[in-house]
């Protein structure tokens, strides 16, 4: 064999060595996460599938868990990035230095994912999630300040809730929308009650997306009264559905599964037409409060379609009210003033719903193009045996009466309800004693029982019909 054979095979072989070691550290940086040094999402799952695999027997036991940081964005930005890197960087340190057997990986922004090890019985599990929150809720000390964050586990047990990757991080990740919306700082496992939770929104999302919503979507009002005399001075209109399969289905259900599926405007757009439709025939002093959901108010591109439907429908839109929450607000202040601002610019006016249950209500008024308040029943419910809240309710019509705003006082359902409030002050009032919600139909006939009261051009003369509650 010649000296110049036995070099290229030298060669060829350090290079399919090198190759090889190449191809090992890019699998090992492929698995990794570059900020923190843990496994990364992919490795995870890699790791979740293995488990699975390895229990042949369906003896073993584990749970996954993710973790969700609380709090972390305002610290990313009042500090910038890299505080929150370091940030990220120390909850990984201590998370992989905690003594509980835990297999920890870094899923991607501030979300950990977890293996918890063992087993463990739902007890321990919850035990051990919850010690993993407090652990994380210690203070951090930073350069130059201390980070306070906390965090919120989701837990899913193998093989109980799950015995496939998908249903173990699907159900684990669900447990966690849970914590967060009611439990915020501990840990929930999954369980048979979230599970029907879910058949419950798959079929209401699957509805959803094949419903006839000219057929299945209507509006019932709810009219609003002057607290002195009863008389009617307009009305909330209210969303309803009725499915074929499902039959009535609470707005709050189908409106938050309308928001997760894309299909929110159309079905605000399919109310909004119905309800300038029927509301046309009353009595033109009275005003109709529409409903818009954060979705709704969250572009421009939206607020424009719905000015165009209130144009076209010939609609006096200063008798068109529409109503927000302060949770639609959270996302963007910025951006809901200037939406709202589109809506003023119709000549219609805007009322801020369940005023009083939110941190910033008073913001809020200051910074929004706001015309009415709604007062939550919350405080109505209370008043009769509670003086604070006598002086709440008090308080806030003197507010609205300083800023010239109308004021409304939700839920009111008995007589001495309206006799604590007619001992406060003028206002208007929505609730049971008055009117429940009731169709366009019914509604005419209920506006024929005010034929002194209410100044009218002309108010068709119809049958009753049932309302459909």
């Given at each position: 064999m010649s000296v110049e054979l036995i070099s290229n095979q030298s060669a060829l072989r350090k290079s399919v060595s090198e190759a090889n070691e190449l191809g090992k550290e890019?699998?090992?940086?492929?698995?990794l996460d570059s900020l923190t040094g843990l496994p990364n999402r992919r490795r995870f799952?890699?790791?979740?599938?293995?488990?699975?695999?390895?229990d042949t027997g369906g003896n073993e036991s584990f749970s996954v868990g993710i973790l969700d940081l609380d709090?972390?964005?305002?610290?990313?930005?009042?500090?910038?990035?890299?505080a929150g890197d370091r940030l990220l960087g120390k909850v990984a340190e201590r998370l992989s230095n905690s003594d509980r057997d835990l297999f920890v990986a870094r899923l991607g922004g501030d979300e950990f994912g977890l293996i918890l090890e063992g087993n463990l019985t739902d007890s321990e599990i919850l035990s051990l999630g919850n010690f993993i929150c407090s652990t994380v809720g210690v203070p951090f000390e930073m350069d130059g300040f201390t980070a306070n964050v906390g965090g919120t586990?989701?837990?899913?047990?193998?093989?109980?809730?799950?015995?496939?990757?998908?249903?173990l991080f699907e159900r684990s990740d669900y447990a966690l929308y849970v914590?967060?919306?009611?439990?915020?700082g501990t840990a929930v496992m999954f369980s048979e009650e979230h599970q029907a939770e879910i058949?419950?929104?798959?079929?209401?999302?699957?509805?959803?997306?094949?419903?006839?919503?000219?057929?299945?979507?209507y509006v019932e009002y709810q009219f609003v009264v002057d607290s002195a005399t009863g008389t009617p001075v307009g009305a909330e209109a209210l969303a309803r559905w009725t499915n074929p399969i499902l039959g009535k289905v609470s707005p709050t259900d189908f409106i938050k599964n309308a928001e997760k599926s894309g299909i929110v405007n159309k079905i605000t757009e399919t109310l909004l037409k119905k309800t300038l439709s029927e509301v046309s025939h009353w009595p033109e002093d009275l005003f109709v409060s529409f409903?818009?959901?954060?979705?709704?108010?969250?572009?421009s591109h939206n607020i424009r379609r719905l000015t165009e439907i209130v144009r076209d429908s010939g609609f006096p839109p200063e008798r068109l009210t529409f109503e927000i929450t302060e949770t639609s607000l959270l996302r963007d202040l910025n951006r809901a003033h200037d939406t709202?601002?589109?809506?003023?610019?119709?000549?219609?006016?805007?009322?801020?719903?369940?005023?009083?249950?939110?941190?910033?209500?008073?913001?809020?008024?200051?910074?929004?193009?706001?015309?009415?308040?709604?007062?939550?029943?919350?405080?109505?419910?209370?008043?009769?045996?509670?003086?604070?809240s006598q002086a709440v309710i008090k308080t806030i019509l003197e507010l609205c009466e300083n800023l010239k705003l109308d004021c409304i006082i939700e839920g009111v359902e008995k007589e001495s309800q309206l006799s604590a409030l007619q001992g406060i002050g003028s206002m208007h009032i929505q609730g049971y004693l008055f009117s429940k919600p009731m169709l366009g139909r019914d509604a005419l006939t209920y506006l024929q029982m005010f034929p002194n009261e209410i100044h009218e051009n002309h108010i068709p003369l119809v049958e009753p019909s049932v309302a459909n509650w």
């Amino acid at each position: 064999m010649s000296v110049e054979l036995i070099s290229n095979q030298s060669a060829l072989r350090k290079s399919v060595s090198e190759a090889n070691e190449l191809g090992k550290e890019n699998e090992k940086l492929a698995n990794l996460d570059s900020l923190t040094g843990l496994p990364n999402r992919r490795r995870f799952l890699t790791e979740l599938g293995q488990r699975i695999a390895d229990d042949t027997g369906g003896n073993e036991s584990f749970s996954v868990g993710i973790l969700d940081l609380d709090g972390f964005k305002p610290i990313n930005d009042i500090y910038g990035h890299i505080a929150g890197d370091r940030l990220l960087g120390k909850v990984a340190e201590r998370l992989s230095n905690s003594d509980r057997d835990l297999f920890v990986a870094r899923l991607g922004g501030d979300e950990f994912g977890l293996i918890l090890e063992g087993n463990l019985t739902d007890s321990e599990i919850l035990s051990l999630g919850n010690f993993i929150c407090s652990t994380v809720g210690v203070p951090f000390e930073m350069d130059g300040f201390t980070a306070n964050v906390g965090g919120t586990i989701g837990i899913a047990k193998f093989p109980d809730s799950g015995r496939t990757e998908k249903q173990l991080f699907e159900r684990s990740d669900y447990a966690l929308y849970v914590a967060k919306e009611c439990q915020k700082g501990t840990a929930v496992m999954f369980s048979e009650e979230h599970q029907a939770e879910i058949n419950e929104t798959t079929g209401i999302l699957r509805e959803l997306q094949g419903a006839n919503f000219d057929e299945e979507f209507y509006v019932e009002y709810q009219f609003v009264v002057d607290s002195a005399t009863g008389t009617p001075v307009g009305a909330e209109a209210l969303a309803r559905w009725t499915n074929p399969i499902l039959g009535k289905v609470s707005p709050t259900d189908f409106i938050k599964n309308a928001e997760k599926s894309g299909i929110v405007n159309k079905i605000t757009e399919t109310l909004l037409k119905k309800t300038l439709s029927e509301v046309s025939h009353w009595p033109e002093d009275l005003f109709v409060s529409f409903n818009l959901s954060a979705h709704d108010i969250g572009s421009s591109h939206n607020i424009r379609r719905l000015t165009e439907i209130v144009r076209d429908s010939g609609f006096p839109p200063e008798r068109l009210t529409f109503e927000i929450t302060e949770t639609s607000l959270l996302r963007d202040l910025n951006r809901a003033h200037d939406t709202l601002q589109m809506l003023k610019g119709l000549g219609s006016k805007i009322a801020l719903d369940d005023f009083g249950t939110g941190y910033s209500s008073l913001s809020y008024v200051q910074a929004l193009p706001i015309d009415k308040l709604k007062i939550d029943r919350s405080f109505l419910d209370k008043m009769e045996t509670c003086q604070t809240s006598q002086a709440v309710i008090k308080t806030i019509l003197e507010l609205c009466e300083n800023l010239k705003l109308d004021c409304i006082i939700e839920g009111v359902e008995k007589e001495s309800q309206l006799s604590a409030l007619q001992g406060i002050g003028s206002m208007h009032i929505q609730g049971y004693l008055f009117s429940k919600p009731m169709l366009g139909r019914d509604a005419l006939t209920y506006l024929q029982m005010f034929p002194n009261e209410i100044h009218e051009n002309h108010i068709p003369l119809v049958e009753p019909s049932v309302a459909n509650w």
